[in-house]
């Protein structure tokens, strides 16, 4: 199930999400919607509407110090946040010793993050990236439409993936966030 897109437009961070719930051939088309604001974050998920509630509503996404670097900040401060939330929710699972999550996006001081069901952390260089089962038509799309308006591109991914994936369903939800503006630092008189 599921198509979201991340797209990164100069400061601002466009996502987009579907709104299919998908269970084999039995398809929902759901109110609560997989693209949201947690904080200062834009988070998309896939894999479970449930990991996606507990991340919206449950997680508390921990300020980062102005001196840690981003990427470093997501791979411990925010994932460690992340998994304590799923393990809390009932929803992260253990087998041979090894702990998973889900899949979902990041947008986050102007940058797009995927976080993997294996926890690891990735940032795409093109600057946009796909997730779910209509990602590689989603992909195709962003590849096509560089040069146009970042929501414009956003919403034809999403189409693009309906068009072609059964389980890929609007309405969309469309949704951008600006980089925070860097912290000032004064010097002590």
């Given at each position: 199930?599921t198509?979201?897109?991340g797209?990164?437009?100069?400061?601002?961070?466009?996502?987009?999400?579907?709104?299919?719930?998908v269970?084999?051939?039995?398809?929902?088309?759901?109110?609560?919607?997989?693209?949201?604001?947690?904080?200062?974050?834009?988070?998309g998920?896939?894999?479970?509407f449930?990991?996606?509630?507990?991340?919206?509503?449950r997680?508390?996404?921990?300020?980062?110090e102005?001196?840690?670097?981003?990427?470093?900040?997501?791979?411990?401060?925010?994932?460690?946040?992340?998994?304590?939330?799923?393990?809390?929710?009932?929803?992260?699972?253990?087998?041979n010793?090894?702990?998973?999550?889900?899949?979902?996006?990041v947008?986050?001081?102007g940058r797009?993050?995927?976080v993997?069901?294996?926890?690891q952390?990735?940032?795409?260089?093109?600057?946009?990236?796909?997730i779910?089962?209509?990602?590689?038509?989603?992909l195709?799309s962003?590849?096509s439409t560089?040069?146009?308006p970042p929501?414009?591109?956003?919403?034809?991914?999403?189409e693009?993936?309906?068009?072609?994936?059964?389980?890929v369903?609007?309405?969309?939800?469309?949704?951008?966030?600006?980089r925070?503006?860097?912290?000032?630092?004064?010097?002590?008189?």
């Open positions: 199930m198509c979201i897109v797209l990164v437009d100069g400061d601002r961070v466009w996502m987009g999400g579907d709104s299919a719930g269970n084999g051939l039995d398809i929902t088309v759901r109110a609560d919607t997989k693209v949201f604001r947690n904080g200062d974050s834009l988070i998920f896939t894999s479970s449930r990991m996606g509630q507990l991340l919206h509503y997680l508390e996404v921990p300020p980062r102005h001196d840690v670097d981003l990427f470093r900040y997501m791979v411990v401060d925010f994932v460690d946040a992340v998994r304590n939330c799923l393990k809390d929710g009932g929803y992260a699972h253990r087998s010793d090894v702990e998973t999550g889900g899949t979902f996006m947008g986050l001081e797009l993050f995927t993997q069901s294996d926890y952390v990735g940032e795409a260089v093109r600057g946009y990236h796909a779910g089962c209509g990602s590689d038509y989603a195709g962003l590849a560089v040069g146009q929501e414009e591109r956003v919403l034809k991914a999403l693009c993936a309906e068009l072609f994936n059964g389980g369903r609007a309405p969309f939800t469309i949704q951008s966030s600006l925070r503006p860097q912290l000032a630092l004064t010097e002590a008189a």
